[in-house]
């Protein structure tokens, strides 16, 4: 009897075929351009960081470093909003604040990027970023998010 019974649950479960469920994780990623300053030096002094996006659209930010005291805020703002001036360092001496990633919240295939430092032009670099799309929680679940990296320094 225990045979017969165990046969016929097989029978059923081999001619059912279950329906695979797709698990997504939950990884999330960022669109837009990331602007990488690894590298380079951020000696004190009064910055402005100028960006021509695709020959049309321009964005200033300034600020000063050393960096403000973490509490008091950004140091850095801009004109326009979708560009963030990461800023690093404000919990540590002086001489290790920086200026760390610049993310643009949009898809420029070409942007010219001017860097002064107490109004003397010190980086000037055209960068063209190659946009890669990516579903970091695999195919056929979300998020879908494009963006690209490029490097602002030189070396």
Not at 45 to 70: D, I, M, R
Not at 138 to 148: H, L, V
Request: net charge positive; aromatic share 6%.
């Amino acid at each position: 009897m225990r045979r017969i019974m165990f046969m016929a649950l097989c029978a059923i479960f081999l001619s059912s075929p279950a329906k695979a469920q797709q698990a997504c994780t939950e990884i999330g990623c960022v669109d837009g351009l990331t602007i990488s300053t690894e590298g380079m030096d951020w000696p004190a002094g009064y910055y402005k960081l100028k960006f021509l996006l695709n020959n049309k659209a321009s964005v200033e930010c300034h600020g000063t470093l050393p960096l403000k005291p973490c509490p008091e805020g950004p140091s850095f703002s801009c004109n326009k909003q979708g560009i963030t001036i990461g800023e690093s360092g404000c919990a540590l001496p002086k001489k290790a604040h920086a200026i760390s990633d610049i993310r643009i919240n949009a898809f420029p295939q070409k942007i010219v990027a001017t860097i002064m430092r107490n109004g003397s032009t010190v980086h000037l670099r055209t960068l063209r970023p190659v946009y890669q799309t990516t579903q970091p929680n695999g195919p056929n679940c979300q998020p879908i998010c494009k963006s690209a990296t490029v490097s602002l320094s030189s070396k």
